[in-house]
């Protein structure tokens, strides 16, 4: 007679180990996920329904979150994924504003999330004085942030004044990390970076002639030679006696014909 053991696993369910024993079966690995949004937007039953299917498989940039130590939650990790939309060029405001307007009449705040017009502060030069000017970084673009199926599909692309997503082989193709992270910034450190970075914006050209409002050579014209943007001073070729002699004033000390 042959003898008849039993193992006892956690959830208490008992496998015969008889060598006649009936083998026991697995079920099947679930097929991996597609990736992405590849065909969300063209009737793609493999995500259909499922929005947050994007999320499962994590790709390069989702593991370079691991090594960022920021305080400040990044744009990446919010929900969704973020896409470029074409508009047209100095329409980005009244594009924002009706595709927030049909987001909001047909419902779909829990599928399209966001909209941004990216901009960014920079120096400029007016009147001799240094301000900070909003500048948009992308003229005619939106950034969008979405669970993009067929219906967000629909809203974003039907809206007027939307012309089309940036896409790769027909396809529209979600953002990367790091230029998602650089055009909405991560933390308030890194604007101020930028803003360091960028250069100003001056209202000075080479060979225009300026006037000097100050100093010893005040109320003398000149032609500029040089324009030193780091040290914010320009290099202006004064008459001078009969002769042409250059001077180097401060920005602030120079304006405009």
């Known amino acids: 007679m042959t003898d008849e053991t039993t193992i006892e696993t956690e959830d208490e369910a008992t496998i015969d ?3 006649e024993a009936t083998p026991v079966e697995t079920a099947a690995p679930a097929p991996s996920d597609p990736g992405g949004l590849t065909n969300q937007w063209t009737g793609g039953e493999a995500l259909a329904g499922r929005p947050e299917a994007a999320a ?36 980005e405001k009244k594009v924002k504003q009706n595709l927030e307007a049909r987001i909001a009449s047909m419902s779909m705040e829990e599928r399209i999330y966001e909209v941004v017009i990216p901009t960014r502060e920079v120096p400029e030069f007016k009147n001799g004085k240094k ?38 082989g ?20 890194r604007k101020e970076e930028a803003s360091k970075k960028a250069k100003p914006m001056l209202e000075f050209d080479l060979g225009e002639t300026v006037r000097v409002k ?26 001078i006696f009969g002769r042409e002699t250059p001077v180097e004033l401060e920005f602030a000390q120079v304006a405009r014909l």
């Open 214 to 239: 100050s100093g010893p050579f005040a109320d003398f014209s000149g032609e500029i030679i040089e324009i030193n943007e780091d040290q914010l001073k320009v290099k202006v070729l004064v008459n």
């Open 17 to 19: 180990t008889d060598d």
């Open 56 to 91: 499962v498989v994590l790709g390069e940039d989702d593991l370079l979150a691991d090594d960022d130590d920021n305080e400040v939650l990044s744009p990446y990790d919010r929900p969704g994924r973020w896409f470029v939309l074409h508009t047209q060029s100095g329409y």
């Open 170 to 189: 027909g396809t529209p193709s979600p953002m990367r990390r790091r230029d998602v992270e650089d055009f909405l910034g991560v933390e308030a450190g």
């Open 131 to 168: 301000v900070m000017t909003e500048k948009k970084l992308f003229p005619g673009y939106l950034l969008c942030r979405t669970h993009l199926d067929d219906d967000a599909w629909h809203v974003i692309r039907n809206t007027p004044g939307v012309t089309g997503f940036v896409n790769q």
